[in-house]
């Protein structure tokens, strides 16, 4: 099992350049979700999904696009990146009965000039 | 106001000193109360997770989650210089998971 796989490991972006963040996970996990990681912020959730073709906003999904065509993948779509942007962005996926653990990916680090 | 407040430390303490690490809430509806441990340039790895209040231990860590005062803590015993990373309480309501801003620790041997 490789667990959750995040690609890129390191992007620099333009303003205004558009980029996709690549997530898979290998555990048959229904629910995934996305977060960016700021200094002294914690982690933020973009947005989250509980089953192929269904997704949600959370906490700060401005800017942000995302879409579930299979159980395993569930790509972030930055649409005209920023500067406030800049940031690392992991991907989480659990299952979604119960309590069940959530288990991260290795993290994008993200620079918007 | 935020749903999760975390103290922001940084905490530096001594090789085994014990350890107290506590984050407040506000959203009655969160069910599950987790901690995470960070290494720098790592994702977030499950320490522990509760559900209910009181006490719950695995080795040298102890949950403490006390639902009347929406307080939950994470104690560490014996600390290590392998503990030495950040901590984030986090919480969770139906399908969201709210974070704390996270505590610092760093263990001196």
């Known amino acids: 099992n490789a667990g959750v796989t995040q690609t890129p490991k390191f992007q620099v972006l333009k303003t205004g350049q558009s980029m996709t963040l690549q997530c898979a996970q290998d555990?048959?996990?229904?629910?995934m979700s996305w977060y960016r990681q700021d200094p002294g912020m914690g982690l933020r959730l973009i947005h989250y999904s509980v089953g192929a073709g269904i997704t949600d906003q959370g906490e700060v999904p401005n800017g942000y696009n995302v879409s579930r065509s299979t159980t395993e993948d569930f790509p972030l779509r930055l649409l005209s990146a920023a500067p406030s942007q800049t940031s690392v962005y992991f991907c989480a996926s659990s299952g979604t009965s119960g309590y069940n653990e959530q288990f991260f990916g290795p993290g994008t680090r993200l620079t918007v000039l | 106001q935020k749903e999760v407040e975390q103290d922001p430390g940084p905490l530096s303490v001594p090789e085994g000193a014990i350890v107290s690490l506590n984050c407040t809430y506000s959203n009655s509806a969160f069910q599950y109360f987790m901690w995470y441990r960070q290494y720098s340039r790592k994702g977030p790895e499950l320490l522990m997770y509760?559900?209910?209040?009181g006490n719950k231990e695995d080795g040298r860590f102890t949950a403490q989650v006390d639902k009347s005062s929406k307080y939950i803590s994470l104690f560490i015993r014996d600390s290590q210089p392998s503990d030495s990373a950040t901590y984030l309480c986090?919480?969770?309501?139906?399908?969201?998971?709210?974070f704390g801003s996270g505590t610092k620790l760093n263990v001196k041997p």
């Open positions: 986090a919480m969770r309501a139906f399908n969201k998971f709210y």
């Open positions: 555990m048959n996990h229904e629910y």
């Open positions: 509760t559900y209910s209040s």
